[in-house]
Each structure stands twice: as structure tokens, then as C-alpha cells.
Nanobody
Framework: DVQLQASGGGLVQAGGSLKLSCTASGFAFGDRAIGWYRQAPGKDREGVACISDLDGRIYYSDSVKGRFALYSDAAKNTAYLQMNNLKPEDTAVYYC????????????????????WGKGTLVTVSS
């Protein structure tokens, strides 16, 4: 079974940093698409950072570009989202997701979602 476990959320002041982790089991990294999404209360889900092995390019949403970074450690089967200069509008439940086939770009997956999802981790940014 594919399982994803996100962790690392918490309460942080505006301007601070957090690093989210997504540990995967049931498959190996490689030739996949991996992404981070978030959903704030009353808002639609937003794909904030996604990468597809189709082209290896990382897509970032405009709202996080320059502040967030997605990277992974294949040896640990773990993906990370480093979040810097956090803003109150970054407050949301963050989810990691994976698609076992990488037929599309990271941007496509960020806009359309992936097949497997982990439980979310809450990030709260105070002003």
C-alpha cells in the first residue's frame, strides 16, 4: 500500500520558517510526481510546489515562489517543503501527495492533483 505521512506543522510567527516532511512507504522515489498542497478554511485546495520526473522541473505557485522550496531525499524516501518568510496567509492544512506515473509536468499536477494523499499537517502563522 502507498502511504504518505506529513509532519512538521505548527505555530510560527510571521517571518519565521518551518520545514515540512513527507515520508513515503509502499513505493520508491523515482519516475514519480511529488507535490505539496494546502487548504485554508473556506478556500479551495492549492498546489504550492510540485515536481514531476517527466522533466525534473519544480513548479511553485505564485503565492509561495521565492519563499518555499521542495526537495527530496530518495535514500530516506522523504520529501520536504522548506517554508521561509511565512505570512499569515500561509496558514492552512498542508498535504503531500504522489503520483506513481509522471506523464505530466509538475505544474499540471499542482493544478489537477495526484493519486495518493497523506493526512495533512496544520501550519498556523500568527501576525
Amino acid at each position: 500500500d502507498v502511504q504518505l505521512q506529513a509532519s512538521g506543522g505548527g505555530l510560527v510567527q510571521a517571518g519565521g520558517s518551518l520545514k515540512l516532511s513527507c515520508t513515503a512507504s509502499g513505493f520508491a522515489f523515482g519516475d514519480r510526481a511529488i507535490g505539496w498542497y494546502r487548504q485554508a478554511p473556506g478556500k479551495d485546495r492549492e498546489g504550492v510546489a510540485c515536481i514531476s520526473d517527466l522533466d525534473g522541473r519544480i513548479y511553485y505557485s505564485d503565492s509561495v515562489k521565492g519563499r518555499f522550496a521542495l526537495y527530496s531525499d530518495a535514500a530516506k524516501n522523504t520529501a520536504y517543503l522548506q517554508m521561509n518568510n511565512l505570512k499569515p496567509e500561509d496558514t492552512a492544512v498542508y498535504y503531500c501527495a504522489v503520483n506513481l506515473v509522471a506523464y505530466y509536468s509538475g505544474e499540471y499536477f499542482c493544478h489537477n492533483g495526484m493519486d495518493y494523499w497523506g493526512k495533512g499537517t496544520l501550519v498556523t502563522v500568527s501576525s
